[in-house]
């Protein structure tokens, strides 16, 4: 406003340290998954199978926290939608090249785990059916971490294409994000 | 409903990439005194205020209700701060409409704001030290799978970035103005997050927005003509579960539905006058016409195609130019909000469609999973 002083601006960084204490159901993903398999969780009521598990249905708001509702779930399944990230260089930003990350529906699974970094692969030959499976890190370098929110990315490195023909869109088109 | 509830002042600021001659209270004390002008009504006249912004990081104010209550004069009133997160300046307005036709309060005051330039957004969009790829690289999977379904041309997206560019130019607090956009140079832009464009996606703000609501008695005093809401909602969903449609979100059809049906509206298409809808990345036009039931499934991009949704259209959506061309996020939701009512009052100016008497007012929010909308009309209800 004409006449008032200036504002002036100071720069403070702000960190945040938080410790989060982890659902047993979220524990037990992460042990399993760093021993190589994947794990959902089935719904009693609607049957649809949830990974990663969250010990409940949201749909029937059902638990799903024993071991009775565990199921295995394959390290390989469709690639439903995906992006090409053209990385924007802002201050913080760790990527520095183009890649690609899609929502992959497992073989097993009822929905789709997203942001799932794609390797080994023509970033032109990218298509939604196209069928992937796992890169496991070497089981030393698997963290424990998943339930703290790294999820698969703290066991699996990338999601590389397998020699299998497409799904069809009409196959996936309900489980697509 | 007890109460019927009127628009009766609108102000924002003018939006830029950086406001550094004001502080957050300065920018939306800005925004406050343009609505209570317009409203012709001073501070003491305001019974309560009601806030949006979105997550406090953003500007690094935890609370920032707490800090804004003197300039926004709300001390020793109730001061309500609501958080939806994208769709908040939208939820924002919705509740403060709830207290006006609750009968709890005669006049509200409702301001939502984002300064993102003292913040760190795109960092705090993409994650943080955790990494991630923002919104674009969100909602890009989403996009691409409207496109793929619907067999969309990919100048649909293209013809939506030029059209709110080119409707901003008419819009005098707009951030954006593109003047020399077109085609060529959205195409030409730089792929972002596949299939978004750098010129198809939206810029970051500084601004705010804010109105004055009243009860009956006062929307017939008002100086000016007031807004009348005919209806309004807000709708949530779970952000992930299995069979979920990010695309063409349940939340946000049940939304509109009980919107219209609030407004007694049957066919959108032929009752509403214009849309403020809120678009962040080009592709959004399309897809939340379906969602609005403006368009039938699949079938969105033939109204951007057709110049339907166009200023001269026979839908115009976006004539102020829309988040793409200004977008302070905790306040995009009201400004859709506000240029709905304004346009309804015959306020909008150069951007001003002919004769509208009806319009819908819309937000969006989170991972496409929280909605917010008003219809507004010039005839009271």
Same mark, same amino acid.
């Given at each position: ?177 | ?77 109730? =001061?309500? #701060? ?5 769709? $908040? %300046?939208?939820?924002? +307005? @919705?509740?403060?409409? *709830? ?47 409207? =496109?793929? #379904? ?5 100048? $649909? %997206?293209?013809?939506? +970035? @030029?059209?709110?560019? *080119? ?215």
């Amino acid at each position: 406003m004409a006449g008032s002083e200036p504002v002036s601006f100071m720069q403070q960084m702000v960190s945040l340290e938080y410790k989060l204490r982890a659902s047993p159901v979220a524990v037990d993903f992460a042990r399993r998954l760093c021993a190589g398999t994947i794990t959902g969780h089935a719904c009693p009521e609607c049957g649809l199978v949830y990974t990663p598990p969250s010990g409940f249905c949201s749909i029937c708001v059902v638990p799903t926290n024993t071991r009775e509702h565990e199921v295995e779930i394959a390290d390989r399944g469709t690639v439903t939608a995906f992006t090409i990230v053209n990385p924007i260089q802002y201050r913080g930003q760790k990527e520095r090249e183009v890649y690609a990350v899609a929502s992959i529906l497992l073989d097993g699974a009822s929905g789709t785990i997203g942001q799932q970094r794609l390797g080994d692969v023509d970033l032109d030959r990218v298509r939604m059916g196209m069928r992937v499976e796992a890169v496991w890190l070497p089981e030393e370098k698997r963290k424990d971490s998943a339930a703290m929110g790294a999820g698969l990315a703290s066991a699996i490195h990338h999601w590389r294409p397998v020699d299998e023909p497409d799904t069809p869109l009409e196959e996936f088109a309900e489980h697509i994000i | 409903m007890a109460e019927r509830c009127a628009v009766i002042g609108i102000g924002q600021t003018h939006h830029t990439r950086r406001r550094d001659d004001v502080s957050l209270a300065g920018l939306v004390r800005e925004a406050a005194v343009r609505a209570l002008e317009d409203a012709e009504l001073g501070w003491k006249d305001i019974e309560a205020v009601v806030i949006g912004t979105a997550p406090d990081l953003f500007e690094g104010v935890m609370m920032p209700e707490l800090y804004l209550a003197e300039a926004l004069g709300a001390v020793g009133k109730p =001061i309500t #701060r609501v958080h939806t997160a994208g769709s $908040v %300046g939208g939820s924002t +307005a @919705v509740v403060a409409t *709830q207290l006006v036709q609750s009968g709890v309060h005669e006049r509200v005051l409702t301001v939502a704001f984002e300064k993102q330039s003292e913040g760190d957004t795109s960092w705090g969009l993409s994650g943080g030290r955790s990494g991630g790829v923002g919104a674009g690289g969100y909602f890009a999977p989403h996009i691409k799978a409207y =496109i793929e #379904r619907s067999g969309a041309p990919e100048h $649909v %997206g293209w013809k939506v +970035a @030029v059209k709110d560019r *080119q409707n901003a130019l008419r819009n005098p607090y707009a951030h954006l103005k593109l003047d020399k956009i077109d085609i060529d140079s959205v195409k030409g832009s730089e792929m972002l997050w596949a299939p978004i464009r750098r010129l198809e996606s939206c810029p970051t703000s500084d601004g705010a927005c804010a109105m004055v609501l009243a009860n009956e008695a006062g929307g017939r005093r008002a100086p000016r003509a007031p807004a009348w809401v005919h209806g309004k909602a807000i709708r949530s969903e779970n952000g992930f579960f299995p069979g979920r449609d990010p695309v063409n979100p349940v939340a946000g059809q049940d939304c509109a539905a009980d919107v219209y049906r609030q407004a007694g509206i049957t066919d959108p298409r032929r009752e509403l006058d214009m849309i403020e809808c809120y678009v962040p990345f080009s592709w959004y036009e399309p897809m939340w016409m379906e969602n609005l039931g403006i368009a039938e499934k699949n079938r969105g991009w033939e109204l951007t195609d057709s110049g339907a949704t166009a200023f001269e259209g026979d839908i115009p959506v976006n004539c102020s130019g829309g988040v793409l061309s200004t977008n302070p996020i905790g306040a995009s939701g009201m400004l859709r909000f506000a240029e709905a009512a304004l346009q309804v009052r015959g306020q909008a100016g150069e951007r001003q469609v002919d004769g509208a008497r009806r319009a819908l007012g819309h937000a969006y929010g989170g991972a496409a999973q929280y909605f917010a909308m008003w219809v507004v009309g010039s005839e009271r209800p």
